[in-house]
């Protein structure tokens, strides 16, 4: 079968896949599984969950890799497996994933204030410290957001997909895409400055 779409070293590694090779299978795994085990790690919250997931996934992607017809890069049949058991696993829950914040009580008050003077700072480290406070605020908020809009940040900004990996993950169009990614971008804002 022709992969009109594929890069050749990937038609080629699809052919060894569907060829059963154990060392195609392993390349496929040692690359995209670290990437795969983030991605549902952040969607679901849970590791030992995402790892199921992950496994889960790969193991069906291996009963079912003769199904794999090129459409897409072999990367997003890989997302697309994984996010398709994650959503499956978020509305078995029928919850969202909520951030840990142990551990900011020790720093600050109810008001958000230091509990101790910190002398001696030059500005410097209070900047770190706002912007880790803002990135501690703008990954809570993320995970409040509507699923939808989750999704799309998490596949864009953290994964770093491209918009037609993401497409094929989503099974939606670019145009689609870009206005999902405009909503989620500005509600994320919202949140960040209305928090």
Partial sequence: MAYDRLHPIETVQVEALKAGMPSAWKDLLALHCPRLLGYVI???GDQATAEEIVQ???????HT???FDGRCSIKS????????CAIDEIRRRKRYVDVDQKGLEDYFDDAGRWKHDCPGWDGFATKQLDEKRLLILVREQLDLLP???REVLLLKEV???S???ICAVLDIIPGNLCLRIHRARAALRAAV???
Avoid: F, K
């Fill in 193 to 195: 400055v209305g928090g």
């Fill in 77 to 84: 049949w890989l997302y697309r497996a994984v996010h398709n």
């Fill in 159 to 161: 994964e770093g997909l």
């Fill in 147 to 149: 699923h939808t809009h």
């Fill in 56 to 62: 889960d996934s790969m193991v069906n992607i291996y």
């Fill in 42 to 44: 952040r969607m679901v």
């Fill in 65 to 67: 890799i003769d199904r």
């Fill in 163 to 165: 918009t037609l990996e």
